[in-house]
């Protein structure tokens, strides 16, 4: 991969990852961090979050440190 495209797949990631903050923050502000996050009538929550962090996000409040831990590998790369 060349390296213009892997800096704009970079910078892509950077820009959603904020984006997710913003809209976290706004949907925590409008329904509180206890509203849960879920699949309606299945036994699933988050599965990929899980997966890869070993977390398992039942409520909306729960997402935060998933993207503050996001965020602390962006300032790595």
Known sequence: M????????IRGAHLLVNEADALL????AEVGAEAPVAFP????Y????NGMMGVQVETVGQLQPVLKRKM??????
């Open 25 to 28: 923050a706004k949907t925590i």
């Open 41 to 44: 009538n299945t036994a699933y």
């Open 2 to 9: 060349s390296r213009y495209i892997a800096s704009r797949a």
């Open 72 to 77: 602390q590998l962006d300032h790595l790369s």
């Open 46 to 49: 988050l599965p990929t979050i």
